[in-house]
């Protein structure tokens, strides 16, 4: 339906279900598939994204295919840029309720053993990865 972002390992694109429901559909670049050892893994890391579960993190749907995929459940909501730019500097108090999240997510990632690498760019739709 549309392009959510891109970044080094590839893409992440809104789709919907059969029944309407949202999703972000990560689809990875061509030029890692190639790579040895590439879709072990990418198995490994939709493994590990499937035991992660909470308030804060996208829930993973489906993943794998002859060019690597990952679906998880997309969270609708403007990016805090967009916020920003329409209201202003936030008051301490909402960006204090806007950090938990991301802190509870942290929490879920790594008491379920993970690394999340994107840590430098949370969204609402990456799911966590195995690899730092």
Avoid: N, Y
Avoid at 1 to 28: C, F, H, N, S, W
Avoid at 49 to 61: D, F, K, N, P
Avoid at 65 to 85: H, I, M, Q
């Amino acid at each position: 339906m549309a392009e959510l972002g891109r970044g080094g390992m590839g893409r992440v694109l809104l789709g919907a279900q059969p029944d309407g429901r949202l999703i972000a559909v990560k689809v990875v670049r061509s030029q890692f598939v190639e790579a040895e050892g590439f879709r072990t893994r990418f198995r490994r890391e939709v493994d590990a994204s499937r035991r992660v579960s909470g308030a804060s993190t996208a829930a993973v749907v489906d993943a794998d295919a002859p060019l690597p995929w990952l679906a998880s459940v997309f969270v609708p909501g403007p990016s805090l840029r967009e916020v920003v730019d329409t209201v202003g500097a936030l008051p301490s108090g909402a960006v204090l309720r806007l950090a938990a999240g991301p802190a509870a997510a942290l929490a879920e990632i790594h008491r379920a053993g993970l690394i999340h690498r994107d840590l430098s760019r949370p969204t609402c739709c990456s799911p966590p990865t195995g690899r730092g």
